[in-house]
């Protein structure tokens, strides 16, 4: 992999006091806690860093921002003549033209599902389920839309998850092995290999969510958008493509008032910020373009509050491009991107101890075992032993790790942390009555058990069950 070039904020025309202070106003913030973030101006990387037990290699779970993967694999099917985006979502399942009859649900086009306006006024995702758990696409045919194909703007997970099953219908191949010679290795991006995306029914990448990829993965993609679609001087992307993407295709109606990032617009999968477009997914993954700044954000993270990581982003980043800096400055970022780690409640070494289910948003968990180095979860389907240190988070085990301290006379706190995922669990275990509570502190839009969200990227196990919910 050519590696991205490195350089300080300072040599790129950015005072890193901003950067700070954007950290500082994400950073141990109640409803935000970043995972990772990249930054780049000028095609240089200036601020980087990951929230231990996440790391740099590693792959992380960006629900609605693979939306932006699938929008490229479309553009490249189109330039490829693969794709017609005038032609009718029908025509690309002949097998169902007699049972498609309602004249709304003919008339819906590629353009319509790539830019969320299939007509639907709402999310259709458990309705095309409903109507077909097997083939999807079929079950969004058969709900008519109850808007106008083409004008009605309804953030739903079909358009994008038909868009996909028509991009692997046509290429013969998944998602991610189409993407991954057109895309990934021109991009020479890390961990390639490790790259996957979840899939309903099994041998079809599910498109609208459920890629996982490295924080660097994605900030190369806001590269290349921001380049133009050039990359190292070969154009892997047609420039009308990057053109018309990441421009308003659809009025987006008024998503939190006027000064909402979600009420600007909307592209071919991109949303239009009130600052340059962007990738989304759910608890706040992000790729933000920035076009007139030059610059490229990328995160992972667990965010109840999106629109607050925006805000800092609008507040403390952008006044930093162009503003005079200083080494002093460059040092004081350094510093603050040393030895991150994710929060957790001071406390003594957890004692040797067993716990049965009190309340607990996991139904399978049903025992856990504690000693001063080790954590052991039982469940249903198997046990799960995990190594704990005091201070620290130990090296992740199958994609999962833990931590615990003694929080009070009669209280142990465990913090059990999905890293390939934006996810934990609390877990707070009563001395007294040998029970514990076990609540999530964001859900899951997938599989919610222990073994299934630490063994996801068992190829086995890549079948999803998604609610009908934005991700």
Known sequence: MTALPRSTPTSQATDAHGIVAFLDAVDGVAGIEPHSVMLLRHGHVIAEGWWSPYSAPGLHQLYSLSKIFTSTAAGLARAEKLLDFDATVLSYFPELDAEVTDPASRSILVRHIATMSAGH??????????????????????????????????????????????????????????LRPRLFEPLGIDGIDEMFWLQHPPGRDIGFAGLH???EAVARLGQLYLQGGVWEGRQLLAPEWVAEATVTQVANGNWGGPESDWAQGYGYQFWMSRHGYRGDGAYGQLCVVLPEHDAVLAMTGEAEDMQAVLDAAWTHLLPAFDREASPAADEALAHRLTDLQLPFPAGDEAPEAEFTAGTSVLRKLERISLTPHTLTLREEDGTTTLPLTLGSWPPPTGHLTARAARTGADTVTVHLQFTQTPHKLRITCDLRTGTFDAQWRTVPLMARSVSSLASVA??????????GRRS
Do not use: K, M
């Not at 999807?136 to 996909?164: C, E, H, N």
């Not at 068992?458 to 609610?467: A, H, T, V, Y």
């Open 213 to 215: 990829a490295t924080t």
């Open 458 to 467: 068992d190829p086995g196990r890549r079948g999803s069950e998604w609610p």
């Open 121 to 178: 006024t709402t999310e259709q995702w458990n309705r095309a389920l409903a109507i077909d758990h097997t083939e999807p696409a079929r079950g969004f045919l058969l709900d008519p839309p109850d808007g106008t194909p083409g004008v009605t703007f309804a953030y739903s997970q079909s358009t994008t998850y038909v868009l996909g099953a028509i991009i692997q219908r046509v290429t013969g191949c998944t998602l991610t092995e189409y």
